[in-house]
């Protein structure tokens, strides 16, 4: 594992491919299905490697295929599998109704598949929405994988302290427990009920006066657009993403090693300008606040990195990688700048520093 960083990072600032969905051949050599639960089937390949197992797992809407050029990078020192979560490519798309897509059913999804494997502590790479099936499994089940890697998945599905309001995280956890009260049968049920929902309305009044803030200057959409989103949404695979956002959880403990990747603000291919300096601005407001709680939240467990934007590392900075082993080896070594961005760096029982 000493060298499983310096491979990661090779891996990710030597393709663009991460997230990018590529035909689907299920015929592919290595790939098979999985069964989770009754009549739910995932996608599973096999890239080979030799070592400690490595589990892929895509961004919303994308599947295993996204991978197929990021993960023979890394064969050369893991065993090497992806997994295409329910609803999506070739795995089975139950009814988005009731807790189909859950976050921590997706998680146990992962699970399963781990178990049928037979994989003993593989370390879980995640992408984008990800993240939130890491999270589930590093709360619920740490001892099961040697290791977390977000790769752009440290925002709110991810971890969301109780006393950090979160907009979408509250209204969720409102909306569960308008739920309870509504389906309440004793009184005992519905005195319980309400003294949640009274112990969450100062946080969401606050939450309601940051959103309303947030979108005042937000320019509206055009017809075209609006008819454009309304008309994605009612399709069976906009519905099956809408499941799986309203799924999303509340996670405020990650009790494994972590490493983290932020690529902040996003490329947008905007060249320089007001325009491009506007959607930077406006990123960093928003998603910069939820990857500095995900570091400050973690920081005994995780070696955090946050790139400015990802690119292909020049001259000998992979020599110069840290050493990064998922919690088994640590080190306080600080890299002035990794894939040509800016580096934040928190090391277990060493504190926070920042570049």
Request: charged letters at 25%; proline letters at 6%; aromatic letters at 8%.
């Amino acid at each position: 594992m000493k060298l499983f960083f310096q491979v990661l990072l090779l891996a990710v600032c030597s393709t663009a491919a991460i997230g990018q969905s590529t035909s689907i051949d299920t015929t592919q050599a290595g790939v098979h299905f999985v069964t989770v639960a009754p009549g739910v089937n995932l996608e599973v390949k096999d890239w080979g490697g030799t070592g400690r197992p490595v589990v892929l797992l895509a961004g919303l809407g994308g599947t295993l295929h996204g991978f197929d050029k990021f993960a023979p990078l890394l064969t050369s020192k893991y065993h090497v599998y992806g997994i295409t979560r329910r609803g999506f490519g070739a795995s089975s798309a139950p009814d988005p109704v009731g807790d189909n897509y859950d976050a921590d059913r997706l998680g146990d999804d992962v699970v399963s598949v781990l178990d049928q494997l037979n994989l003993q502590r593989p370390v879980l790479i995640g992408h984008s929405f990800a993240g939130e099936e890491l999270s589930s499994i590093g709360s619920r089940f740490p001892k099961r994988v040697a290791g977390l890697v977000y790769l752009e998945a440290a925002y709110r599905y991810a971890y969301s302290p109780e006393h950090r309001g979160d907009f979408r995280i509250d209204t969720l956890e409102l909306r569960r427990e308008l739920t309870a009260s509504l389906d309440a049968i004793s009184p005992a049920e519905q005195r319980k009920a309400i003294d949640h929902l009274q112990e969450m309305l100062p946080q969401f009044q606050t939450d309601l006066t940051q959103e309303k803030s947030l979108w005042a200057t937000t320019p509206d959409m055009s017809a075209k657009e609006y008819a454009a989103e309304v008309k994605d949404r009612s399709t069976r695979e906009g519905q099956i993403e809408q499941a799986a956002l309203d799924g999303e959880r509340r996670y405020t403990e990650l009790k494994c090693p972590i490493l983290a990747i932020v690529a902040l603000p996003h490329r947008h291919g905007l060249p320089p300008g007001p325009k491009r300096d506007a959607v930077d601005a406006w990123e960093m407001k928003t998603f910069g606040p939820l990857a500095d709680s995900f570091e400050a939240g973690t920081a005994m467990r995780s070696n955090f990195r946050s790139y400015h934007p990802l690119a292909k590392p020049s001259g000998n900075t992979m020599m110069q990688a840290p050493c990064f082993s998922m919690g088994l080896t640590g080190c306080g070594w600080k890299p002035p700048h990794l894939c040509g961005g800016k580096e934040r760096f928190s090391a277990p029982g060493k504190g926070r520093l920042r570049s």
